[in-house]
C-alpha cells in the first residue's frame, strides 16, 4: 500500500498529532471546574455552554396533594419513625433541549460519603418535566444524625450538590400535636374560657357539658387540612355524640369545642368519658362523672 | 484437520526478543494501568459511592482514574489471544504436536480459572473469606484462551469474521431476559453473556477481544516485517475501529447501551463496561491497537521510556495476583487508610505499590526462567 511509503518524519509527527488531539478532547467535561453556590445553597457547576441544562435543589417534608407545592422545606430535619424526605430538582434551561432524551442520576450520600440510594431517572423526548423528585426514609432504624448530600447527575456528569442534615429529636413526641381537654358548664365566647371547670357534673334539666379543646404544635408548614373528632361516650361505653373537625394548621395553636346536655331524660348517672381523635389516631381522652342531685 | 498456519519465519525467530518487547511492554502497561485502577479502588473515597455498573463522575480526574482502567480487559484479552497465536505457532514450529500444543493452553486457561476461584476471589478482601463460586477477569481470559485452542490454526481472516460474528451475536444476546435468582440461569448467563454478582467478564464478548487480539498477532507478529508497517497498518486499523465504534454510537441504536449527551463527553465515552456494548468492544479495541501502535513507536524513538513495563508485562499473573493481595492485606491491616483520599492518593498509592512490585517481578521473571516447574511455568 501506498501509505507505507510515508517518512518516517510524517509518521512522527502524525503520532504526536494523535497524542496531543486525544489528550486534549478525551472526555470533554461540559461543566466549570469550581462551583457556585446560588442563595438557596445549592453548589452548581456552571455548564461552558450557557443554555445547557442546570439544576436547583430543594428539599422539603413533603408535597402537598392539594397545591403540589413543596412544605416544610430547609436544610435540617429531624429523624423520626415514618417521616420522609424529598428533594426537588429544578431543572432550567430544560424546555431548550427537546430533541434527545435526557440521563439522570440522583444519588443520595450518607454522613459517612457513602451513597445509600441512587436514583436514574430518563426524562425521554416526550416527557417535557422540569423537576426530578426523590424521597428517602427518615425512619430512625436506617439513618442516623449528620451531614448528608445530594448529587445531581447531568449525563454522569456532576451538576450540582446540596447537603442538608438530619438531627435527633429531643423527645420522641416532640413533633406530635399535643391536646390538653377541659370540661366545665359553660364557654364564655368573647374570653374563650370555660366557667365552672369540673370533671363531675350533677344532672339538670336544661343544663350541658361543655369541653374546650386546645390543640397545640400543629405542623404550620403544612397545607393540608387536618381532620380531629370528639366522641362523648356513655357508662356503657357507647358514643352518644360525635362531632368532626377540619383544621388548617395556620397557627400553631386552635381551640374545638363541643357541648352535650346532661338534662335528665337524656342522661343517667356514671362515668362517661370524652376522646379526641386525629384521624384514626386518639389523641386524648378525659374521664367524667354525671350524679342525680 | 488442516495444518496449522506456517507463521514463524526465520527473521521473525531471529527477532523473537524485539518483537515481544512491545507486546510485553504494552501489558506491562496494561498492568500498572490496572495496579492504579485497583489503588483506587482501596484508598480513593469516591469508590463509597462509585457504582460500576452505572458509573458517575465528580469530577475530571475521577473521570480519567476510572477511565484508565477501562483499558485494561480489552487490553489483556487481546495481549492473551495474540500470545496464544503466537505461542501456538511457535511449538508447533519446534515439532510439538498440534494436540499438544492446545492441550498446553487447555491446560494453562484452566489455571487461570482455578486462580481465580482460590487466589483472586479470595485476595480482593484480604484472604478474610473464601468465595470460590464467582468469576472474574482472569477466568474469562482462561476460558477464552480455552476456546481459543479450537480455532486457532483457522486463517486470519476467518477468525477475524468468528470474532466480529460474536460481537454482533452478544449484542443481540443481551436482550435475553433472565431470571438471576435462579442459580442455573444466573451461572449460564453471567458465564457468557450477562454481567453481576457472579461475574462482571461474560466469556462471549471478551473472548471476541482474544479472538481479535490472535487477528492482530498475525500483523504484528508474522506479516508486518518492519516497525513502520506495523505503525502504519496499526493505525490504519485502529482508526477504522474507531470509526466503525463511532458511527454505532452516533446511530444510538444497536450496539449501544446507555445514552449520551455529546461526541467525546463522558457519557458518549462510558457506554456499559458490564458487559460491553458493541460499541465498547469496538472502541477499546481501536484504543488496544493504537496503544500497542504507540508502544511500537515510542520504542523505536526513546525505548528507555518504557523499560519500566517491560518485567511486569512478562510474568502479568504474577503482577496482578501479588499487587491486589497484598493491597488487600494492607487495607484490612489498616483500615483507616481504606477509600479515605482521593485521585492523589491513588496515584502515591500505586508509585508505592511499584516501587514494591517492580523488585518482585524481577525476581520471579528470575525463577521462572530458569525454574523447569510446571506451575511456575504456567504463572
Redesign the interface.
Known amino acids: 500500500m501506498t501509505f507505507t511509503k510515508l517518512s518516517d518524519r510524517t509518521i512522527r509527527d502524525g503520532l504526536f498529532l494523535i497524542l496531543i488531539v486525544f489528550s486534549v478532547f478525551y472526555g470533554c467535561s461540559s461543566r466549570e471546574n469550581k462551583f457556585v453556590e446560588d442563595e438557596n445553597h445549592t453548589h452548581f457547576f456552571l455548564p461552558k455552554v450557557t443554555d445547557d441544562i442546570s439544576a436547583d435543589v430543594l428539599f422539603c417534608r413533603k408535597i402537598s396533594k392539594k397545591s403540589g407545592k413543596p412544605l416544610g422545606t430547609g436544610n435540617i430535619f429531624k429523624i423520626k419513625k415514618e417521616a420522609s424526605l424529598t428533594a426537588i430538582v429544578e431543572l432550567k434551561n430544560r424546555p431548550l433541549i427537546h430533541n434527545t432524551d435526557l440521563m439522570f442520576h440522583l444519588d443520595w450520600i450518607d454522613s459517612e460519603g457513602k451513597s445509600f440510594f441512587l436514583k436514574p431517572i430518563i426524562l425521554t423526548v416526550k416527557d417535557t418535566s422540569t423537576f426530578l423528585t426523590s424521597s428517602i426514609s427518615l425512619d430512625p432504624e436506617i439513618r442516623s444524625p449528620g451531614i448528608y448530600n445530594l448529587r445531581v447527575y447531568y449525563f454522569r456528569e456532576l451538576i450540582a450538590e446540596k447537603s442538608f442534615e438530619l438531627i435527633n429529636m429531643l423527645r420522641e413526641d416532640e413533633d406530635d400535636i399535643f391536646a390538653k381537654i377541659e370540661l366545665g358548664r359553660k364557654l364564655n365566647k368573647s374570653t374563650n374560657l370555660l366557667e365552672s371547670v369540673d370533671s363531675v357534673f350533677a344532672i339538670r334539666r336544661k343544663s350541658n357539658v361543655q369541653s374546650l379543646i386546645t390543640l397545640s404544635n400543629l405542623p404550620v408548614w403544612d397545607d393540608e387540612t387536618l381532620t380531629f373528632s370528639i366522641e362523648w361516650v356513655n357508662p356503657e361505653g357507647k358514643t352518644f355524640f360525635k362531632k368532626k373537625f377540619s383544621v388548617e394548621p395556620k397557627a400553631e395553636t386552635i381551640h374545638l369545642n363541643s357541648s352535650v346536655s346532661v338534662s335528665p331524660e337524656k342522661r343517667e348517672p356514671g362515668q362517661y368519658q370524652l376522646i379526641l381523635y386525629h384521624g384514626r389516631k386518639q389523641l386524648a381522652s378525659k374521664r367524667f362523672s354525671l350524679y342525680k342531685k | 484437520m488442516k495444518k496449522p498456519e506456517k507463521s514463524v519465519k526465520p527473521h521473525a525467530v531471529q527477532n523473537e526478543k524485539k518483537r515481544f518487547d512491545f507486546i510485553d511492554q504494552f501489558r506491562g502497561f496494561i498492568g500498572v494501568l490496572m495496579l492504579l485502577g485497583h489503588t483506587s479502588y482501596y484508598f480513593n473515597?469516591v469508590w463509597?459511592?462509585?457504582?460500576p455498573f452505572?458509573?458517575?463522575?465528580?469530577?475530571?480526574a475521577q473521570?480519567?482514574l476510572r477511565?484508565a482502567g477501562y483499558l485494561c480487559a480489552p487490553g489483556f484479552l487481546m495481549m492473551a489471544g495474540a500470545m496464544v497465536w503466537w505461542s501456538y505457532n511457535r511449538r508447533i514450529s519446534k515439532g510439538i504436536g498440534d494436540w499438544q500444543a492446545r492441550w498446553y493452553f487447555i491446560q494453562r486457561g484452566l489455571l487461570l480459572v482455578i486462580i481465580q476461584m482460590t487466589w483472586v476471589n479470595s485476595s480482593w478482601g484480604g484472604f478474610q473469606t473464601f468465595r470460590p463460586f464467582h468469576l472474574g477477569i482472569i477466568a474469562s481470559i482462561g476460558i477464552s484462551m480455552i476456546l481459543l485452542t479450537l480455532i486457532i490454526r483457522w486463517k486470519w481472516y476467518a477468525r477475524l469474521g468468528v470474532g466480529l460474528f460474536i460481537m454482533l451475536l452478544h449484542a443481540v444476546l443481551l436482550d435475553i431476559d433472565y431470571d438471576s435468582t435462579v442459580i442455573w440461569q444466573r451461572v449460564v448467563m453471567q458465564t457468557f453473556v450477562d454481567a453481576g454478582d457472579f461475574n462482571k467478564y461474560p466469556v462471549l464478548p471478551w473472548f471476541a477481544m482474544a479472538v481479535l487480539g490472535s487477528v492482530m498477532a498475525n500483523g504484528w507478529l508474522k506479516f508486518w516485517e518492519t516497525d513502520?508497517?506495523r505503525?502504519?497498518y496499526g493505525?490504519?486499523i485502529a482508526g477504522c475501529a474507531f470509526g466503525l465504534a463511532i458511527f454505532i454510537r452516533m446511530q444510538r441504536g444497536f450496539g449501544n447501551i446507555?445514552?449520551?449527551?455529546?461526541f467525546?463527553?463522558?457519557?458518549f465515552?462510558?457506554d456499559q463496561k458490564y458487559p460491553p456494548s458493541l460499541f465498547m468492544n469496538l472502541w477499546f479495541f481501536g484504543l488496544v491497537v493504537?496503544g500497542v501502535?504507540?508502544f511500537i513507536?515510542i520504542g523505536k524513538?526513546v525505548p528507555k521510556l518504557l523499560v519500566i513495563f517491560t518485567i511486569p508485562g512478562k510474568v502479568p499473573m504474577f503482577f496482578y495476583g501479588v499487587h491486589l493481595a497484598i493491597l488487600g492485606v494492607f487495607t484490612r491491616l489498616f483500615p483507616q487508610y481504606y477509600r479515605e483520599g482521593g485521585v492523589n492518593t491513588a496515584l502515591i498509592g500505586m508509585v508505592l505499590m511499584l516501587l514494591v512490585m517492580l523488585p518482585l517481578c524481577r525476581w520471579f521473571y528470575g525463577i521462572k526462567r530458569r525454574s523447569n516447574n510446571y506451575l511456575i511455568q504456567m504463572i
Request: aromatic residues 18%; glycine residues 0%.
Open positions: 473515597s463509597k459511592q462509585l457504582d452505572d458509573p458517575l463522575f465528580p469530577s475530571h473521570f480519567l477511565y513502520k508497517k505503525i502504519l493505525l490504519a446507555d445514552l449520551f449527551s455529546d467525546f463527553s463522558y457519557s465515552l462510558v493504537l501502535t504507540f513507536a524513538i
